[in-house]
């Protein structure tokens, strides 16, 4: 059995049939139902032994079993493989969620700020008020 772990240094083919893997074990799908959906989908047969052995990296996927494989696992096909470009994409998102941490809390910042002045201006005009009623 080949290494599955998926990585920068992955193969697209090695990605792939860990993402594979990992969909139809999170769907509670057998390798044997999977077959049979596949076959169902691309209308020609195709094997459990076809899909442990694409799982396993044994045997190369061909771009139609992925289609018929990402539709029956529900997942889009870009999903997928992976490699430098999804890696890229996930760097870019943590890097803009970061930056959305940062804005949230300059929001509460300016907020208690916000808070504290409203606070003072509501605490001058009661003091005018009570100043202008003792005259």
């Known amino acids: 059995m080949r290494d599955q772990q998926a990585g920068p240094t992955s193969t697209p ?4 049939a860990l993402r594979m893997r990992e969909a139809r074990k999170r769907l509670g799908i057998s390798q044997a139902s ?3 959906a596949v076959s169902v989908a691309l209308r020609e047969q195709l094997s459990p032994t076809a899909i442990t052995k694409i799982e396993t990296g044994d ?3 061909r ?4 289609v018929a494989i990402a539709e029956v696992l529900k997942i889009g096909i870009e999903l997928l493989p992976v490699g430098d470009a999804v890696d890229e994409e996930i760097g870019e998102l943590q890097r803009d ?4 941490y940062q804005r949230q ?3 509460r910042q300016d ?3 916000s808070r504290a002045s409203q606070r003072a201006i509501e ?8 100043a202008r009623g003792a005259q």
Do not use: H, P, T, W
């Open 13 to 16: 083919e090695q990605a792939f």
């Open 34 to 36: 999977l077959a049979q």
């Open 59 to 61: 045997r190369a996927v």
């Open 63 to 66: 771009l139609n079993e992925a």
């Open 97 to 100: 969620l970061s930056m959305e």
């Open 105 to 107: 809390m300059q929001a």
């Open 111 to 113: 907020l208690d700020e």
């Open 123 to 130: 605490r001058r005009i009661k003091a005018l008020e009570a």
